[in-house]
Structure formats: structure tokens, C-alpha cells
């Protein structure tokens, strides 16, 4: 795996997790009662973003460590995936083959 996609894997890690966190555990401030002059009534009442922002990137690199060594390791190949037989693998030995 080469550094830009690990860096890849990350980010896409990371806004998964993101939406995931940003949907859950939320009180509104319809739910509450509480609207405040110029928000919308389904704007969420104490957003923190330093701390999604910390839980969001402590799942992610657990995750991370997860996927990057189970890709790194060989236990999951291309030709895992190749369900219809459709990829080309072509002989090691350089790119002139």
C-alpha cells in the first residue's frame, strides 16, 4: 500500500465515521423547546466539534490500523474480489513483464 492511499483509506475512513457520529446521539432544539432567533429547529443544541472531531479521529485510526494491516498483510487480494473473473493479472517480473 503506498502512502497516498493509506492517506486515501484514512479520509475516507474519517468522514464515514463522521456522518455516522454526526447523526447519532443529537438533541435538536425543537426536541428541546429551545429555538433560537436565526437557527433552523433542527439545529443541534451543544455542539462540540473539538470533541466529535477527537472521538470521530480515535475510531478512525482504530479502524485504520484494522483495514491497513488486514490489506498489507495479503489476507484480502484483488483477486478476492474478482468475482467475475474480469481482471487482468499480469506476470511479475516488472512492467515489460
Known amino acids: 500500500m503506498s502512502i497516498t492511499a493509506a492517506i486515501v483509506l484514512f479520509a475516507v475512513i474519517w468522514f464515514m465515521v463522521l456522518f455516522i457520529k454526526l447523526a447519532m446521539h443529537r438533541d435538536f432544539q425543537a426536541d428541546t423547546g429551545a429555538v433560537e432567533r436565526g437557527t433552523h429547529a433542527s439545529a443541534p ?9 477527537l472521538i470521530v479521529s480515535g475510531v478512525t485510526v482504530v479502524l485504520w490500523v484494522i483495514l491497513a494491516g488486514t490489506i498489507m498483510s495479503g489476507v484480502v487480494s484483488v483477486r478476492d474480489l474478482d468475482w467475475l473473473n474480469q481482471l487482468t493479472i499480469l506476470p511479475s517480473g516488472g512492467k515489460d513483464g
Open 45 to 53: 443544541v451543544n455542539f462540540n466539534p473539538k470533541r466529535t472531531a
